[in-house]
DNA sequence: CGAAAAGCAAGAGCACTGCTCTCGTTGTGG
DNA sequence: CCACAACGAGAGCAGTGCTCTTGCTTTTCG
């Protein structure tokens, strides 16, 4: 049993180790990730990777899921050392920003342009949904709180349905239009960031991007009705 | 005379053509655009191919340059047919995401994450400027027509000082935020189609997604101050 | 007008990719 | 202890971008 342990182990080590390697190629050659080049870092037959990921895809499912994971977790602690609402959301906002700027390509996986000939998978849909989810219960918080006002832009028809019903939902009890301010506000901060970190502002914004992206939040968080 | 003029006219129409069918699969396949798929469907030989694009990132150069002509000359029509300052501004921005749906690939191509590898040569910069121009342009006349509100969000010093520099030198008489109002106008209409497209909305709006990019252009134009 | 030069297409070839299959080896559970 | 599953390595297939050489056509110029 300890042997068996210890095989699952060695498993788990090697899955770890590719992974790692995969994420530093990742960081500089770019999106193309090469399996045989991963293989050969780990001086092993790239035949034998396949062990491991039944695919070059599957490497890159995990490698997203880890990414959706880690700057999830970097926004919602940085969210948590905020005092207001508004502290949280542009704590969050720049926690995944900074994160971004640190693992460039791995955002481009996450938030960028979907790999050709890559189908995500199902189980990579919740953790996507971490950051979302963060900016929701800040702004449903704000809203118990009293400190969200309803926007002067209302939402059409069709659109202001929907966001009644994911209201009804995922958040009981809060109006829809908390909802659109959450996925508006979402949209915002990976905009933000794509639009920087893809060169969209170059020849527009090339010196102070963080006071960029901070004005972008602070009128996203107004937009949404955040005030303070 | 005439017949270098021939040479160069069948020349031209072999480019041409070149690019016709690569984005043809570019439409289908996606971004990794096979040079010798392209040169199979022209039943030549893949080495002739290189006699018009030195390489697959000049015909992808090529591509984009068209893209961008393509996006921007649609909005500045759709801008053009608008009566108020608002209405150009968000006949823009539908134009834009129409032509986005219309061309997926190739919207991913020009504002997507970058192709790896890939890097963006200087004569690309003019055109894909096109679009940002036509915003601070409707911005502008509105500024001139007193219809644009400075918005009560400041930008903070940095960023600030960069705008003035950047009106005093694009947008002679203009006052910085206006510029930043332009940026910021544009950057949402990239954030709202790109999440749009590359399926960052999926299982948030799923229903009227022309809806929720119209309440995101209301809401950007907003934000720059737009009012009617 | 004919020779030189330039443009062009094709094919072979190199190094690389993802992925599959087979063949020994090695470790593990019954 | 031994059958079996897991494993690593290698060969191989079909595809890729790109280069080089070879032959042919068209243009240009003395």
Tied chains: 1, 2.
Excluded at 80 to 91: F, I, M, N, Q
Excluded at 173 to 182: E, H, S
Aim: charged share 20%.
């Amino acid at each position: 049993m300890s042997a068996a342990n210890l095989r699952a182990r060695v498993r788990a080590e090697m899955t770890e180790e590719i992974k790692t390697v995969a994420r530093r190629h990742l960081a500089t050659d770019g999106a193309n990730l090469s399996l045989r080049a991963v293989a050969r870092d780990l001086a092993m037959a790239s035949s034998a990777v396949y062990r491991y990921f039944a695919s070059r895809d599957e490497l890159l499912t995990a490698l997203i899921i880890d990414a959706y994971d880690a700057v999830g977790e970097r926004a919602e602690q940085a969210a948590g050392r905020g005092a207001t609402p508004l502290a949280k959301w542009l704590a969050a906002g720049h926690a995944v920003r900074d994160w971004a700027l640190e693992h460039p390509h791995e955002w481009a996986l996450i938030y960028g342009s979907p790999v050709p000939g890559y189908q995500a998978p199902q189980n990579t849909v919740v953790p996507a949904t971490r950051v979302l989810l963060l900016l929701g219960a800040t702004l449903a918080e704000a809203y118990h709180a009293g400190q969200l006002t309803e926007p002067a832009t209302t939402t059409t028809g069709g659109y202001a349905d929907e966001l009644t019903e994911l209201a009804a939902t995922y958040y009981p009890g809060l109006p829809g239009w908390v909802v659109g301010a959450t996925i508006s506000g979402f949209f915002h901060l990976c905009g933000a960031i794509s639009s920087e970190l893809f060169g969209q502002l170059n020849h527009s914004v090339d010196g102070d991007r963080r006071g960029f992206f901070e004005f972008q939040m602070r009128g996203a968080g107004r937009l949404a009705g955040l005030v303070g």
